[in-house]
Structure formats: structure tokens, C-alpha cells
């Protein structure tokens, strides 16, 4: 039976990475709310940006309901960062009795500064694909949004 792996982890924690190492293991599509708003709008969405990214998560909602019914398992990579985002996953899956298991990457503060330093570096090159540079006032917002999942919450640890 086809089911969601939802990506679970903070920014700059290697979900993409990661996403992309399960694609061909569990024979899955992957839904990128980064890699669509960079596709379509080179990620200069601006002040509409929260407002677009949860109107695409709607959108990828009910497509992912879809794949999964024609067989097709389905990652969403977009973090999950408040455990509100979780349990509205969850419920979502709930109503169209849809399989879904949750991983969780998590990422050490040495790891995790070095990703963060890394990527932003790509991004001053010009190869920072569908990735957005981290300046500390969006570091400061993006740290103010995450909410850690409790171990009931999460089906596979994956630690980096």
C-alpha cells in the first residue's frame, strides 16, 4: 500500500539530502514547496511568501492524496516545523485513510552551522539551485518557528 513520508527537520538539516537518498528506495515522488516556489518564482516571493508556500502545501496535500491512491508513495520535503504543521498532516491523512510515516533529521549544531555556511556560500556563487540565503534576520524567524517533534511523533530517527 502506497503512503507519505513526511520529512521532518529545522532548515539547513539535510532533509533534501535525505529525501533524495529514500526517492528510489521507496519508489516515491517528491514534493518540494522550496524547489516549486524556486521553479516558478526564483524564490522572490517576498512578503507573499509565507502566505504562497501554504497555499503550494494545500496543493501538494491533495496531489500527494492522489499518487497514493493510484500506488505511487509520496515525500514530502518542507520540514514540518511546528508540531501544529504535524498534526494537521496527520489529521489530513486520518480523514483519507492514507498511510503516513514520519523521519526526522536530525542534525547535530556543528553539522548544522557548517550546512548553513555552506549553502550560503553556493547561493554567493551562483549555484544555489532552489535554495535562499540565510541572513540572520530570517535565521532568527526560522529558529522562532521550529518546534522539535517528541520521539511518539516520529516513526525513523535519521541523526547527522
Known amino acids: ?40 518564482f526564483d524564490n522572490n516571493l517576498g ?14 496535500y491533495k496531489k500527494s492524496a492522489e499518487l497514493v491512491r493510484i500506488g505511487c508513495n509520496v515525500i514530502l520535503d518542507w520540514g514540518f516545523w511546528k508540531r501544529a504543521d504535524r498534526d494537521n498532516l496527520r489529521n489530513f491523512c ?4 492514507i498511510s503516513c510515516e514520519w523521519h526526522y533529521v536530525k542534525v547535530n549544531d556543528k553539522t548544522w552551522l557548517k ?3 555552506e549553502r550560503n556560500n ?5 549555484d544555489g539551485g532552489s535554495d535562499y540565503y540565510l ?11 521550529w518546534e522539535e517533534p ?9 541523526t547527522r
Open 1 to 40: 500500500m502506497a503512503k507519505i513520508i513526511a520529512i521532518c527537520g529545522k532548515i539547513c538539516s539535510g532533509k533534501t539530502y535525505y529525501a533524495q537518498s529514500l526517492k528510489d528506495k521507496e519508489n516515491a515522488v517528491i514534493l518540494s514547496c522550496d524547489e516549486l516556489t524556486n521553479d516558478l
Open 47 to 60: 512578503d507573499s511568501h509565507d502566505e504562497m508556500s501554504e497555499r503550494i502545501r494545500a496543493y501538494f
Open 94 to 97: 486520518k480523514r483519507n485513510d
Open 115 to 117: 550546512n548553513i555556511d
Open 122 to 126: 553556493r547561493i554567493i556563487n551562483g
Open 135 to 145: 541572513d540572520d534576520g530570517l535565521m532568527i524567524k526560522l529558529q522562532s518557528l
Open 150 to 158: 517528541d520521539e511518539k511523533e516520529i516513526d525513523i530517527l535519521y
